[in-house]
């Protein structure tokens, strides 16, 4: 009988932390199905072996910060069926996207004492504002069992499920107490993606934003009922400014606040 | 052979983008270089500005792999400039999540990265085929890593439960009862990993590293402990940069850290195990004996080692922390901000990390310095390649490459981690 054909899957990286394709290795109990449902093609945090595309899967973390990198996406999009970005880096351009608020000469000679050696772009963005992707997984890091539901729906022909609704809906569906009515902690879990399962209520804190804006998100009230809890125009300028602060709707938000 | 040059152009099997390229001329190791391409993100410039509360979130950003490690060191130095101390259940609990980080991101190095070399296999999932039962044992070992994480931080990679003082929430004795009975499986596992690894073939290669590790009276250091070095170096972490010094060299890809007046020295699991010893539990320092290790280790290909009985040492102090745990009266201590200077070095899994913030009076971050590990190594890392592989010349070039891999591997290298204030190749060798 001759073998069924295996999917191939490719995981690429940019700038980023791993964190995002970790959580593949961080899959204890599935890794090795998965391993045996798709050939593992190009993955190199995990083997030297790589298998030439093209490939059925392409997942893709991390931001685009330099010219190369703008012209590799190219190539790993011609030679990707799908292709699938994972993690708020890739989504949004994750925290090293500050630097679109910034001057990036200014950056280099904080950290580096010869920026003359350095290339790198003014700005990190997202991979969707360089080529076409077929399906975006938000979080800072993702969430594995996300990813898992990712990888199913590409083997089964379907679409991810992967509520676009608000922080504030998980938490009511794990019944926490509200932070923010209870006990007056600013949490942003109303303008904010759903995906973590409301970590952060569950541990008596506010929600920081990791899973970027939620589809349609009221972030104009949501500032103002934060600004009732006591934060200042700098305060709300850096909550919207994290891992995805150049996602629109934290982008915008962030600029009413200063510059 | 008069001239000839190994190049790996996409080094696999380690966290982040980097190459290395040795040259050899007449017989003889020229010049060995890793070069690092991993574009750089910024982190000591995005962070002025910020409030320091925010410090342990974003700096765990630094790296996937290691992220309570910045998040400790980012939470000491702070607490160090603003003059608090976190003692008791607090510190037992960033001791015990500490713990969860190096049985993890150990045993993913060890089974996942390491491993394959010694075997012959191109990876783990390759490696599962002819060892499904040792590659189980693995990812179940990690998984007991991730647990700790998990339930002490909310998630394994970017917890968000800690915080400067100490944490949003603290667990309740009860909910860390589960924990303890799948560490009692995991210390047994690590137990039979220091065997198995024990058990591979090591190249006969040693050299005199000068090691830096944190020394603590009592405890194989995690989180607190003086710099010490095996020349005989012995400051705090607010002296680290009077002694330690990062210099931008010709032609080279990294700004290079050295002892002042010094050369190139080594952190991480070698350098610890070799100057904490006599700190290990009696369980650790039996199973390191009965695996051949004397109380040093100066062969690198034998890191796997170490490595291995570090994590059987964390899974042991884990079962102690859990067992002696007191619920603490509030999840933190309280803090207010003021202006000063804080200083903070901790153990990552790849070695001392070390932080400094200048804050102002409410507390915002003037100024970040972050020296991670890999940065620290890379010195070393280069002349290991220079010492060791002069013996391998007679191999084939894929072998000899692959020796090459082995030899930078043997450090475990983070590049992502690097990165921020590694110098960028501007010449990508693909």
Redesign the interface.
């Given at each position: 009988m001759p073998k069924p054909h295996r999917p191939k899957l490719a995981v690429w990286?940019?700038?980023?932390?791993?964190?995002?394709?970790?959580?593949l290795?961080?899959c204890?109990?599935e890794?090795?199905a998965v391993?045996g449902a798709v050939e593992?093609a190009h993955?190199?945090?995990?083997?030297?072996?790589t298998v030439k595309g093209p490939y059925d899967l392409s997942l893709v973390e991390g931001s685009i910060?330099?010219r190369?990198?703008a012209e590799r996406i190219q190539h790993i999009r011609r030679s990707s069926r799908f292709l699938v970005t994972i993690g708020a880096c890739a989504t949004a351009g994750?925290?090293?996207a500050?630097?679109n608020f910034?001057d990036?000469q200014?950056?280099?000679s904080?950290?580096?004492?010869?920026p003359e050696?350095?290339?790198?772009l003014a700005t990190?963005t997202a991979i969707v504002d360089h080529v076409a992707v077929d399906f975006e997984l938000r979080g800072?890091?993702i969430d594995k069992r996300q990813l898992l539901e990712v990888i199913s729906a590409f083997l089964a022909g379907r679409r991810p499920v992967t509520p676009p609704h608000s922080v504030c809906v998980e938490c009511k569906l794990a019944g926490n107490v509200c932070v923010m009515v209870a006990h007056g902690t600013p949490c942003l879990g109303p303008a904010t993606h759903a995906g973590?399962g409301a970590?952060?209520p569950?541990?008596?804190?506010g929600c920081?934003g990791?899973f970027g804006p939620m589809e349609t998100p009221n972030a104009s009230s949501l500032t103002h009922w934060l600004r009732r809890l006591g934060m200042d125009d700098r305060?709300l300028q850096?909550v919207y400014r994290?891992?995805n602060a150049n996602a629109q709707v934290f982008r915008e938000e962030s600029e009413r606040h200063g510059p | 052979m008069a001239h000839k040059t190994i190049k790996v152009d996409?080094?696999?099997?380690?966290?982040?983008?980097g190459a290395l390229k040795v040259v050899v001329r007449d017989g003889a190791v020229e010049s060995a270089e890793l070069k690092i391409f991993?574009?750089?993100?910024?982190?000591?410039?995005?962070l002025?500005g910020?409030?320091y509360s925010?410090a342990p979130?974003?700096t765990a950003?630094?790296?996937?792999?290691c992220?309570v490690a910045y998040q400790m060191s980012a939470v000491h130095a702070i607490e160090n400039a603003l003059g608090v101390s976190v003692t008791g259940p607090l510190r037992d609990l960033r001791r015990l999540i500490y713990c969860g980080e190096w049985i993890e991101s150990h045993t993913?190095h060890i089974y996942?990265l390491h491993a394959?070399d010694f075997l012959g296999y191109?990876?783990?999932?390759?490696m599962?085929r002819d060892h499904?039962d040792i590659?189980?044992r693995g990812?179940?070992l990690?998984?007991a890593g991730?647990a700790i994480m998990s339930l002490l931080g909310?998630?394994?990679?970017?917890p968000?439960?800690v915080?400067v003082g100490g944490?949003?929430?603290a667990p309740q004795r009860r909910e860390l009862q589960p924990l303890a009975d799948q560490l009692a499986w995991a210390r047994d596992a690590a137990l039979e990993t220091v065997r198995w690894v024990a058990s591979f073939d090591f190249p006969d290669r040693e050299r005199g590293y000068e090691f830096v590790a944190l020394c603590h009276d009592r405890e194989y250091p995690f989180n607190e402990g003086r710099i010490v070095s095996s020349n005989g170096l012995n400051i705090g972490p607010a002296q680290y940069d009077d002694y330690f010094e990062?210099t931008?060299i010709d032609r080279s890809t990294a700004?290079h850290a050295h002892i002042r007046g010094g050369g190139p020295y080594l952190v991480g699991p070698l350098a610890r195990y070799s100057l904490n010893f006599d700190r290990l539990s009696p369980l650790a320092q039996a199973a390191a004996r009965d695996a051949g290790l004397g109380t040093t280790c100066l062969n690198p290909y034998r890191s796997i080692v170490v490595r291995a009985v570090e994590v059987l040492y964390a899974c042991d102090e884990a079962l102690r922390l859990i067992d002696a745990y007191e619920e603490p009266e509030q999840?933190a201590v309280a803090v207010q901000p003021r202006a000063g200077i804080g200083y903070g070095a901790t153990e990552a899994p790849r070695g001392l990390l070390y932080h400094r913030y200048r804050l102002e009076a409410d507390g915002t971050i003037a100024e970040a310095r972050i020296v991670p590990p890999t940065s620290q190594n890379q010195p070393s890392i280069e002349e290991d390649l220079r010492r060791f592989i002069g013996g391998w010349l007679d191999l084939p070039d894929e072998a000899l490459r692959h020796r090459c891999?082995q030899t930078v591997r043997n450090h475990d290298p983070c590049i992502?981690c690097a990165t921020?204030?590694l110098?960028?190749e501007?010449d990508?060798a693909r």
């Open positions: 990286k940019f700038a980023s932390c791993d964190g995002c394709q970790l959580s290795l961080d204890e109990d890794l090795l391993a593992i993955f190199p945090e995990a083997t030297r072996a910060t330099t190369h990198d994750g925290i090293q500050l630097r910034a990036v200014e950056y280099l904080v950290v580096y004492a010869r050696y350095i290339q790198t990190s800072c890091p973590c970590l952060c569950a541990y008596h804190r920081y990791c305060a850096r994290t891992f | 996409y080094l696999t099997r380690v966290e982040g983008e991993e574009p750089p993100r910024f982190f000591e410039a995005l002025r910020r409030a925010e979130d974003i950003r630094i790296c996937g792999i992220p993913l996942m394959p191109e990876g783990a999932i390759e599962a499904p590659v189980r990812l179940a990690k998984k991730n909310g998630r394994e990679i970017h968000i439960n915080r944490f949003y929430r990062e931008q700004l999840p891999e992502s921020h204030f110098r960028l501007v990508r």
